[in-house]
């Protein structure tokens, strides 16, 4: 396939790639919704922060789902005979690339974002009513306690929620293209270890550096180091913590991805 991108054919392998999986999407969507109700009736109650279901729910939404789905919708490549059967499509690799992309990132995560939008609504508002109702507790302190799921005061938390969605999605799609069985459990593994491998190798080898272990904030990527007196704080530059914040909110994320659309390529033979 000689020319990049077609937007006729785009919309052909969009529609015939959900046909297909219509059945897992549908029941995998049921399942994400069921979980997020599941968190906002079994742990919320009127005596807890309430903040911290969305927040988890949205974890389950951006991060969590989002592998599992990637993954699925990659196991086309995981077959040898599929893999030959992806060929005589005439598709280019990109329009593979964008097709998944577009299934995680325009349809499935706008849908989850809004339905858990409004179950935090429909769940909030009944905690609300029973604290009023209960008379423990006066109306700033519910507001204050109870507290709905914002994207707009707690967007902070949603980039940084989006940006480890790209890499955990980015990081499991270039594992379903490496890996042609157990790619998903094989991947995680592989992250976890060499995840666990960095932290600790950085701060032992800072330990062993300076004499003295070595917190980072992150995002600032501040240090503190921690003496035997008192803590020393160390501040970056803000040219040195934007930097990194970009690097890493931004590019590693899109290099990640566009590392994936070029293991497309070697995955079809």
């Not at 905690?127 to 109702?133: E, G, K, S, T, V």
């Not at 006066?138 to 709905?148: D, F, G, H, M, V």
Request: aromatic share 20%; with cysteine.
């Amino acid at each position: 396939m000689k020319e990049l991108f077609g937007f006729k054919r785009y919309m052909s392998l969009l529609k015939k790639i959900l046909f297909e999986n219509r059945v897992f999407l549908f029941g995998y969507s049921f399942i994400v919704i069921f979980l997020e109700v599941m968190i906002y009736f079994l742990n919320g109650n009127i005596y807890q922060q309430t903040t911290q279901l969305g927040i988890f729910s949205l974890f389950i939404i951006l991060v969590l789902s989002p592998t599992i789905l990637v993954n699925f919708l990659m196991n086309d490549y995981s077959d040898k005979n599929k893999r030959i059967a992806n060929i005589m499509v005439p598709v280019s690799r990109f329009e593979n690339w964008l097709v998944i992309f577009t299934i995680c990132y325009l349809i499935f995560l706008p849908i989850h974002i809004m339905i858990l939008k409004f179950l935090d609504t429909v769940f909030i508002d009944y905690y609300r009513d029973l604290a009023l109702q209960s008379k423990d507790f006066s109306l700033s302190q519910i507001e204050e306690k109870i507290k709905y799921l914002s994207f707009y005061k707690d967007y902070n938390v949603g980039i940084l929620f989006f940006v480890m969605s790209f890499y955990s999605t980015s990081i499991f799609l270039i594992g379903s293209l490496t890996f042609n069985s157990l790619s998903y459990f094989k991947t995680a593994f592989i992250f976890v270890l060499l995840y666990f491998s960095i932290l600790y190798a950085t701060k032992y080898i800072t330990d062993y550096l300076i004499g003295s272990s070595v917190t980072l904030n992150f995002p600032s990527f501040d240090a503190i180091v921690n003496l035997s007196s008192d803590p020393i704080y160390v501040k970056n530059s803000a040219f040195l913590a934007f930097t990194i914040k970009w690097l890493l909110a931004a590019v590693i994320p899109i290099v990640l991805w566009l590392v994936a659309l070029l293991r497309f390529k070697e995955k079809e033979i």
